[in-house]
């Protein structure tokens, strides 16, 4: 079995967060926590590299349909539609449009329970009911009941791996291997190993 430091997790940056200069405040949230990063590059992806990314998990436009319907649902408001998936087949349309309209930043975060804690910190979906202290909750303003009137997709800055087996999936679908480092950083002594030495003389 593979140490938990070992789990790794995909980032993206999205148009909006890079437009709104938030590329280093971004990271440092991240890399502040102990994870390393072990990939990073910048790129403008294509409408087709956006759809392969988002539909990697059969189950993704099912899900992401249900969750939008229970947020309106918890305001008392009625859903765009009571079919989960002609919603999401409007969020997928939407997403291609926000996601090649410029350059994003792609980057593989890895340290013990990556997935976990990038969710954490990045926070939920709907920037509107995302927790202070999180980056969507923190840098911007977006809600469902805005991009679904404006009909495009909610801007929440960034996205990250929802699960181990998503991360497994998505990770390969934007990097290749030899673009992913395999290196050492000196915090990880104090974080993982068993035993602090090497600190007094
Ligand atoms: P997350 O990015 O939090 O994992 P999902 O995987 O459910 O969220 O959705 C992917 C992206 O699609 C979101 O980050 C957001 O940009 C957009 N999106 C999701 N649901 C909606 C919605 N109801 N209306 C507009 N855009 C949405
Ligand atoms: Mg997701």
Not at 24 to 46: A, D, F, N, Q, S
Not at 92 to 101: G, I
Not at 168 to 196: A, G, N, R, S
Request: one cysteine or more; glycine letters at 6%.
């Amino acid at each position: 079995m593979k140490h938990p430091k070992e789990e790794r997790t995909l980032v993206l940056i999205k148009p909006d967060a890079i437009q709104r200069a938030l590329i280093g405040e971004i990271v440092r949230r991240y890399e502040r926590l102990g994870l390393k990063l072990i990939g990073l590059k910048m790129v403008v992806p294509t409408a087709e590299h956006v759809e392969g990314h988002y539909t990697l998990d059969p189950s993704w436009r099912k899900v992401t349909g249900e969750k939008t319907i229970a947020s309106y649902r918890s305001r008392n408001l009625p859903p765009p539609s009571e079919d989960p998936l002609e919603i999401t087949a409007k969020i997928l349309k939407n997403l291609k449009k926000y996601l090649t309209s410029g350059p994003i930043i792609c980057m593989v975060w890895q340290g013990a329970h990556a997935v976990e804690l990038v969710r954490k910190i990045t926070g939920g979906t709907e920037p509107r009911t995302s927790p202070v202290g999180t980056i969507r909750g923190d840098f911007v303003v977006d809600s469902y009941v805005m991009s679904d009137a404006d009909d495009r997709a909610v801007r929440n800055l960034i996205h990250a791996s929802g699960s181990i087996s998503e991360a497994e999936m998505e990770i390969p679908h934007w990097f290749e291997k030899k673009e992913l480092i395999d290196y050492k950083v000196t915090h990880e002594d104090i974080l993982y190993e068993k035993e602090l030495r090497g600190i007094l003389p």
